[in-house]
Structure formats: structure tokens, C-alpha cells
């Protein structure tokens, strides 16, 4: 869900003028599992750049607490939703913890990082939103300990179906900054593309699988 038109195209804006976003639909980048996708996203980068990180700082406080209100507790997902967490958490005075994609093997064993209370109420913090696994398994982890999540809020997402199944499973709200779509018409009114690569990167979005598959 998007809660800002006008803030989603400065955030799109913000993340291609940086290279925080690259798209190379012609000259597609490979994924670890060895595929290849039209897009590179690491949102971190944004934290290079003060008036960025100033911008999308204060643009998730504003969506968090229109969609949930204030929380007890701010949670950032390991590890990009970490910084961004913290900064969150500065803005609105609230706890921050963290929560790492499994328990530590030594030490306390601790999944979450940081000190909170059964029952408080959440909102979580990511970076990118692409399937939305590493994301659910923060939040299972954090219900498993007893704590009341309200939503998720990210900066990014592809917008896949696949996402959005999966955050519907586990019955958890999210609202990301930006979105694959508001991207693409930046995008093509920055002249980053061409509209018949915009075509070629919305045909990706709708079977990205399958796209990789055949390229």
C-alpha cells in the first residue's frame, strides 16, 4: 500500500538519482542463486546521502503513524531495516530492537536484539520488500516472543503477488514509500528509460520467474 502518490515518486525520485536503483533491462544483473533480473535495488545507499536519508527518514514516521499509530517499540529487520530503524526510532523517542534472520549459535542465542516486553506493540522496519520472507521471519520471531505487531513499513517494494500472499498468511499490514510501478514512470519522466524498456521491465514484474528463465 502506498499513502503518498507524490511522496512515492520523490522517494523513486531519490533512489534512481543515487544508484540505490539501477535498471538494465538490456544488460540484466544476476542474483545470487545465479538468475537475472533487470533491477538492482540496495536502499542502504541511501544512507550516504543526508538529505536522502533526511527525506526517507521522516517520510516513514509520517506513514507509520498514519497507518498504525504510535507504537511501543520499533523492530528493524537485519540487516537493512537496521539503520533505518534506528533513525526511526530517534525521531519518534521510541526503543528500537533488531532482529536477525536466525538465532545466534553462541553466546545468549538471542534472534532479537535489545530490551522489550511481552505484549508491547510494533511496527517493523524494512529496507525492500521482495518476496517478503526475511521480513515474516523477523515478525514470527518476534510474535513467538510474545510481542504485538502492528504492521510493516519499507521503502521499497517489487510489488509481486507473491509478497502480498505472504504477508496476507500472517495477517501482518504493510505500507511500503515507493513501489516498482511509481518507479517506472519516474523512471521514464527522468529519462532513465526508454518506454519500450518500460515495457520489457513491467513484463519481468508480472512472471518474474519466468522472465529469468527465458532471458
Known amino acids: 500500500m502506498i499513502l503518498d502518490n507524490d511522496r512515492a515518486l520523490k522517494v523513486a525520485e531519490f533512489l534512481l538519482q543515487i544508484k540505490a536503483i539501477k ?77 536477525r534472520s536466525e538465532a545466534k549459535a553462541h553466546g545468549m542465542g538471542n534472534q532479537i536484539e535489545g530490551f522489550y516486553e511481552k505484549g508491547q506493540k510494533v511496527v517493523v522496519i524494512e529496507d525492500l520488500i521482495s518476496t517478503g520472507k526475511s521480513s515474516i521471519q523477523a515478525i514470527n520471531a518476534m510474535k513467538e516472543a510474545k510481542l504485538d505487531i502492528l504492521g510493516l513499513v519499507a521503502i521499497f517494494t517489487y510489488g509481486f503477488q507473491e509478497a502480498q500472499d505472504n504477508f496476507d498468511k500472517i495477517k501482518c499490514p504493510f505500507v511500503t514509500l515507493s513501489n516498482y510501478d511509481f518507479l517506472l514512470d519516474e523512471a521514464i519522466n527522468q529519462k532513465f528509460i526508454t518506454k519500450t524498456e518500460a515495457e520489457q521491465l513491467l513484463t519481468w514484474k508480472s512472471n518474474p520467474r519466468e522472465w529469468l528463465v527465458n532471458q
Open 23 to 99: 535498471l538494465q533491462p538490456n544488460d540484466p544483473f544476476t542474483w545470487a542463486s545465479g538468475i537475472k533480473s533487470p533491477i538492482y535495488c540496495d536502499n542502504r545507499i541511501s544512507l550516504s546521502y543526508p538529505n536522502v536519508r533526511t527525506y526517507i527518514r521522516q517520510s516513514y514516521c509520517e506513514a507509520l503513524l498514519a497507518q498504525f499509530g504510535k507504537p511501543d517499540l520499533i523492530a528493524g529487520v537485519a540487516t537493512g531495516g537496521i539503520a533505518q530503524g534506528a533513525l526511526v526510532a530517534q525521531e519518534l523517542g521510541l526503543p528500537f530492537v533488531y532482529v
